[in-house]
């Protein structure tokens, strides 16, 4: 049975703010009230492989720490935008 596109914005909607750090459900959780509901399906898929991918690695994309793998690059950009503040002080 394939997933309904509300049944997976539902998912992903928790998947953003139950998380493994904090940080990532405050920073996951924000980005995914703003800009969730006006994903095209391919942008949700990309999303949906962000939210697969360990906590302190999204965290360290978001902060700066680590390299960007390059399938995530524009997504972590538009993520980081709203996180300032949660990642380094404003």
């Known amino acids: ?9 539902k998912r992903m909607r928790m998947r953003s703010m139950r998380r493994g ?4 459900d405050l ?6 009230d703003a800009h969730i509901a006006d994903m095209t399906d ?6 949906d492989a962000l939210l697969a991918e360990n906590d302190h690695d999204i965290y360290g994309w978001v902060g700066g720490q680590l390299a960007v793998p390059e399938e995530y690059t524009k997504l972590v950009a538009q993520i980081t935008e709203g ?6 002080p404003t």
């Open 83 to 88: 996180a300032h503040g949660i990642t380094r």
């Open 42 to 47: 391919a942008d949700l898929a990309l999303y």
């Open 21 to 24: 750090i904090k940080e990532m």
């Open 27 to 32: 920073i996951l959780s924000a980005y995914a």
């Open 1 to 9: 049975m394939t997933e309904t596109r509300e049944a997976m914005i």
